[in-house]
């Protein structure tokens, strides 16, 4: 059966990509492998000096591809907020640091950025505080122009911290919340009642509805396309 590279360090994103695979490809959620289960691991980092999601996913997705000898599926994924013209933008994991490595472990770098985003948005109201979660994913056959790309969002506004706008903000409203997901996922507050946050979403309403979740539907019929072994089998009436 085809393997197929996942690339990308961070668990949460392999989980919730095998989880949304399994729902309707259980093969293809099956060929999904990470880089550290590979022969030759662990491989060098691309730098991604890419200015956009789709560039980004590309370097990734090409330079594993060559490294591994085996198709490789990358994305890149971050938080566009409107009032800050679209930052954090590819610099979302590193925000707080302006895009620089600093050595921080993922749970300090998290919090590291949501308190940055909060201290930029201190002074926007609740109106103007809509945003975004885009994720574009890519994959690559050792080469460096994509086979495949598809792109997912999900929409929502940044709540408010209590340090900034406790006097007029309803409780609701309020953040972070929720113990469920990571990065900004406590901060993006989602529509129509923008009473529930992302990470306050169970991991199979939050694949239903993610940006991740929608990339990844958009690209699995296209892969068993491009790969026949991976469809799963009918069942027998």
Known sequence: MTRIALATANPHKLDELRAVFAASAPRLAAA????????????????EVGTTFLSNATIKAAAYAQATGLPCLADDSGLEVDALDGAPGVISSHFSTHGLETGLTRQQRDHANNVALLASLANIPWDHRTARFRCTMVLALQQTIPTLTSTGTLEGRIGLHPAHHQAHAHPHLLVPRGAHGFGYDPLLLLPPHFTASAAELTPEAKNARSHRGHAARAIAARLIELFPDLRSARPRP
């Open 32 to 47: 999904l492998c990470s880089l550290d289960q590979l022969p030759g691991a662990p491989f060098p980092e691309p730098a």
